[in-house]
Nanobody
Framework: QVQLVESGGGLVQPGGSLRLSCVAS????????MAWYRQTPGKERDRVAT???????SYADSVKGRFTISRDNAKNTVYLQMNNLRPEDTAVYYC????????WGQGTQVTVSS
C-alpha cells in the first residue's frame, strides 16, 4: 500500500523556523514528483512547493525566498525547510506524490504565533 507520513509541525514564533518531513512508502519514490500544500479552515488548499524527480523546484510567491523543498531519494523522503515564518503561514501542511496517480499524506499542523 502507498503511505505518506508527514512530521515536523508544531508551534513557533514569528521569525522562527521549522523543517517538515514526508516519508513515502509503496511507490517508486524517485519517479514521483513531490509537493507540499497547505490549507487553513474555509480556504483553498494551495501548493506551496514542488520538486520533480530530477530535483527541479518551484515555489508559491508567498514563500519564495523563505522556504526550500528538497528530497533524499535514498530515504524516500521529501523535506520543506521553512524559515522566517509568519502568522499567515499557519496551516495544515500536506505532502503529495504524483506521476500517473496521486497520493496524499494526512497533514501536519504548523502554527506561527506570538
Amino acid at each position: 500500500q502507498v503511505q505518506l507520513v508527514e512530521s515536523g509541525g508544531g508551534l513557533v514564533q514569528p521569525g522562527g523556523s521549522l523543517r517538515l518531513s514526508c516519508v513515502a512508502s509503496g511507490i517508486t519514490f524517485s519517479y514521483n514528483t513531490m509537493a507540499w500544500y497547505r490549507q487553513t479552515p474555509g480556504k483553498e488548499r494551495d501548493r506551496v512547493a514542488t520538486i520533480t524527480g530530477g530535483s527541479m523546484t518551484s515555489y508559491a510567491d508567498s514563500v519564495k525566498g523563505r522556504f526550500t523543498i528538497s528530497r533524499d531519494n535514498a530515504k524516500n523522503t521529501v523535506y520543506l525547510q521553512m524559515n522566517n515564518l509568519r502568522p499567515e503561514d499557519t496551516a495544515v501542511y500536506y505532502c503529495k506524490a504524483f506521476r500517473f496517480f496521486e497520493y496524499w499524506g494526512q497533514g501536519t499542523q504548523v502554527t506561527v504565533s506570538s
